[in-house]
């Protein structure tokens, strides 16, 4: 991890530590976990239909299909939804091949996880959604209503540390019933790839037309670069889930490890050995080179950092 953390110092902004609360701990439920009370049922699953494209090494457009996925609404707010995409469990080969361009040893070795079925936010949970829980009554540590830098009812919230995200997801558990939580390394990465095993979802390359990064050919003067878009601003995956490449990065639950040495093949957050201080990002951002957007790339940063690149979404069991 130590190699990322040179790469990404290049372009980072500013990173400010949020300290946890006095007295603080947190005992994160993992994924084996169940709450104390039963959930309540999934509401209303239906389906949404979508496009796809698949792109060749030149960017290309040479595929596009239309999709379906299944999905439910949790009502906020009177105007304010969090949208949860259904993921059918299964296998995939988590990590960087040896030959994936600009791939480094802490993507690898590849394995083999197996995942159950689960549901993740169509979007990174955006401001909107984030002030309405934000203003519900304390667990653990206060939220700020407003921390994003830039700010927009459907921009990403970011410059929320670990920590706040953790509170962010017992809150929104404690008001619906249902266990929210971050997903783990394994689960955001097979939300990602969504059956593919290309460096991106679309394809081996990558464009400003399919996803919110640095890139060199646009101008980096420009108010475009330098700020984050609306969330599905740009076509989803095969899975229906949109701005996992870029925008921001996304917090999971897992520990920082070096590499993937002994990692868990059963798609449950790695949370013992490894870095406690330190958690994993996913992603890359609006302010990332190509590289760091790859499905494979993996980030790390103290849980009490908070920065305008680093946003999250959540997941819960689909029983």
């Known amino acids: ?108 070795p590849q394995h083999i996880v197996t995942l159950n079925s689960f549901y993740i936010g169509k979007y990174p949970i955006t401001q909107a959604q984030w002030r309405v829980i934000a203003k519900l009554p304390k667990i653990r540590r206060s939220l700020e209503l407003e921390p994003s830098c830039f700010k927009g009812d459907n921009l990403p919230v970011e410059r929320v540390s670990w920590y706040d995200a953790q509170e962010f997801c017992e809150r929104i558990s404690r008001e619906t019933g249902r266990k929210y939580r971050l997903p783990s390394e394994a689960e955001w990465e097979y939300a990602c790839r969504a059956q593919t095993s290309t460096p991106f979802h679309f394809g081996r390359t990558i464009t400003p037309k399919l996803a919110k990064y ?71 951002s609006w302010d990332s080179p190509a590289h760091l957007c790859r499905s494979a790339s993996r980030f790390s940063e103290m849980a009490s950092a908070t920065d305008p690149k680093f946003g999250f979404r959540v997941v819960c069991s689909s029983t």
């Open 214 to 284: 640095f890139a060199q050919s646009e101008n980096i003067n420009s108010t475009f670069h330098q700020k984050t878009t609306q969330v599905g601003n740009f076509l989803p995956n095969a899975f229906g889930i949109y701005d996992m490449h870029g925008l921001v990065w996304e917090w999971c639950e897992d520990y920082e490890h070096d590499d993937y040495q002994d990692a868990p093949s059963d798609g449950s957050s790695w949370v013992n050995k490894g870095n406690s201080e330190y958690r994993i990002l996913r992603g890359g």
């Open 1 to 108: 991890m130590k190699q990322l953390h040179r790469q990404y110092s290049q372009i980072s902004l500013i990173s400010n530590i949020s300290p946890p609360d006095t007295n603080e701990k947190f005992v994160v439920l993992t994924n084996s976990q169940t709450p104390l009370l039963p959930p309540p049922t999934i509401p209303n699953i239906t389906k949404f239909e979508f496009e796809v494209i698949t792109i060749d090494t030149e960017g290309i457009e040479i595929k596009r299909c239309l999709k379906q996925a299944e999905y439910f609404r949790e009502n906020l707010a009177d105007t304010i939804v969090l949208e949860m995409v259904f993921i059918a469990g299964g296998k995939f080969k988590m990590g960087a091949p040896q030959d994936e361009s600009e791939s480094v040893e802490d993507e690898r």
